[in-house]
């Protein structure tokens, strides 16, 4: 089966631009998570969407938003772009049903460069 | 805020030198994974422990939970080049698909 793919693999913009980042979840999963990984700051999450709904939020500013389609694939898209924004954007997939086991499939990620 | 503190940040070995890698919180989790991430690619997750106390295996790496579910360490027996990546671990938050985690632990095993 078909992993979780995203789209595109490399992106380079410029301050107070925007940007959207699009991922593909394995096929019959539900949920996408959405998260920023930087050297300094790790792995952070940004936001959580199932069934086309936002279901978790982290701590980021309003720039960041996302959304999901009734296919389950989600964007997310940030605006008004910081050179703070530099990170690797990492989307992962899983069936999204409570509980320990649910195991989340991440994708390569976007590597984002703002300058 | 950092929930997950790992430690070390960083460890580079030979080829063959056993390892291990810690995980520690002030707070108690239901569970914890442990995921190993390569460069240019996404984490992948290794492991799930839940119960206090549990010790899991895969191959060479032994993953244990703490007693009181505020630790858990990784070990690794007989280090390949191939075990080389970032380690981290996380925990779910209270709200299904949130998760914490930590800062990761940078693996280079040398040949």
């Known amino acids: 089966k078909a992993g979780v793919t995203q789209t595109p693999r490399y992106l380079i913009k410029t301050r107070g631009q925007q940007v959207t980042l699009s991922c593909s979840p394995i096929s019959g999963h539900r949920s996408v998570s959405w998260y920023q990984q930087t050297p300094g700051q790790g792995l952070q999450f940004l936001f959580e969407y199932f069934s086309e709904t936002q279901r978790n939020k982290g701590n980021f500013p309003g720039r960041f938003s996302g959304r999901q389609f009734s296919n389950s694939r989600s964007e997310m898209n940030v605006s008004t772009l910081e050179l703070g924004d530099s990170a690797l954007y990492l989307c992962?997939?899983?069936?999204?049903?409570?509980?320990?086991?649910?195991?989340?499939?991440f994708g390569p990620g976007t590597r984002l460069t703002v300058l | 805020t950092q929930l997950l503190e790992q430690s070390p940040q960083f460890l580079s070995i030979q080829e063959g030198e056993n390892l291990t890698v810690y995980c520690n919180s002030s707070s108690v989790f239901s569970s914890l994974q442990w995921y190993r991430q390569e460069p240019g690619e996404g984490p992948v997750l290794l492991v799930t422990v839940v119960t206090g106390g549990e010790v899991k295996k895969l191959k060479r790496l032994t993953f244990q939970f703490g007693d009181a579910r505020k630790d858990s360490s990784l070990h690794i027996t007989a280090a390949q080049p191939g075990d080389t990546g970032l380690y981290l671990c996380?925990?779910?938050?209270?709200?299904?698909?949130?998760?914490?985690f930590g800062s990761g632990t940078k693996l280079n095993v040398k040949p």
């Open positions: 992962a997939s899983s069936l999204g049903v409570d509980g320990s086991t649910d195991t989340q499939y």
């Open positions: 996380a925990r779910r938050g209270y709200n299904f698909n949130k998760f914490y």
